[in-house]
């Protein structure tokens, strides 16, 4: 498993996007977001997330990622039309 982020949950989490076909981009050393996440759809208006680097609580942003990762639809919808 590749070291995304420096909390184990966080990066748990990262790891479940990826393994859903998301994309991961890191920020600049200078960004107050750690990252962010694009679903696979990859076009404008589609899904995104932010990996933010010292939330207040990790383990609800963990689970706050794993939401957003669950509840995109835009992969889904191409998928069914076809």
């Known amino acids: 498993m590749a070291k995304h ?3 184990k949950e966080i990066n748990s989490a990262i790891q479940y996007a990826l393994e ?6 890191k ?14 759809a990859g076009e404008r208006g589609a899904c995104l ?4 680097g ?3 609580s990790p383990e609800v ?3 706050t ?6 509840r995109c639809e835009c992969g889904r919808n191409e998928e069914q039309e076809e």
Request: glycine content about 8%.
């Open 20 to 25: 859903n076909g998301w994309r991961f981009v």
């Open 27 to 40: 920020s600049g050393p200078r960004a107050h977001a750690y990252g962010k996440l694009y679903c696979p």
């Open 65 to 70: 990622i794993r939401r957003d990762v669950d």
């Open 49 to 52: 997330t932010m990996v933010y």
């Open 54 to 56: 010292t939330p207040r």
């Open 5 to 7: 982020h420096p909390n």
């Open 61 to 63: 942003h963990a689970a």
